[in-house]
């Protein structure tokens, strides 16, 4: 699973660095479909993954021998975590509304988790507790950097050859409940679309 895992994240974060740059037909669909893979990897499988427990003996009442019912719960949690983290970049990403609220719930729910790992990584300084410890902090510096860019700067980056669309964008952003400016950003996406 952990190949799984890792395949996926670099998967979703090539295209997601391709689609800023330029234009890749079904881009998005793609980016959303892989992160929501990524994502219920994290909900469902989280027990056995970041147990290092494979695929084939998850069911396996043998493969967690020797592993306490607390790692098996805070691993758990932490699956729930990153599955929200994983959703909330894909938000913020993609410009959907509460993107970066959130992102923001993410990385604060990360943070105890991290403090604990840390904790548990001076005291034992096992394996479980440094790969875990770099699995969390690598989404957490990719949330870390999709929080502090501005919702402008990714809308500007994916449609840089659309000003028009970029600027009507930009006014139904500032003002969400105005339908006049939501009616000419759609009128603006479609003529983008269209082209």
Do not use: C
């Not at 295209?15 to 959303?32: D, E, K």
């Not at 604060?108 to 969390?136: A, D, E, G, Q, W």
């Amino acid at each position: 699973m952990k190949q799984t895992e890792i395949s996926i994240g670099v998967g979703i974060l090539v295209v997601m660095l391709l689609r800023l740059f330029i234009t890749v037909p079904y881009a998005s669909l793609l980016i959303t479909m892989l992160t929501l893979a990524l994502s219920m990897l994290y909900f469902v499988f989280s027990f056995g993954l970041l147990n290092r427990i494979r695929l084939r003996h998850l069911f396996n009442k043998e493969s967690y021998k020797g592993i306490s019912l607390i790692r098996i719960i805070g691993t758990i949690g932490t699956g729930f975590v990153l599955s929200l983290l994983s959703i909330s970049i894909l938000f913020k990403y993609q410009l959907w509304p509460y993107g970066s609220i959130l992102l923001l719930i993410g990385l604060m729910s990360i943070l105890p988790i991290i403090v604990v790992t840390v904790f548990k990584f001076i005291s034992h300084k096992n394996r479980f507790h440094s790969t875990l410890l770099m699995r969390l902090s690598i989404i957490s510096m990719v949330g870390l950097l999709f929080f502090i860019t501005k919702s402008e700067t990714l809308l500007e980056m994916r449609f840089r050859n659309f000003p028009d669309y970029i600027e009507a964008e930009k006014k139904a952003m500032k003002d969400p409940e105005n339908l006049e400016l939501q009616r000419i950003s759609n009128e603006e996406r479609l003529k983008m679309e269209s082209h």
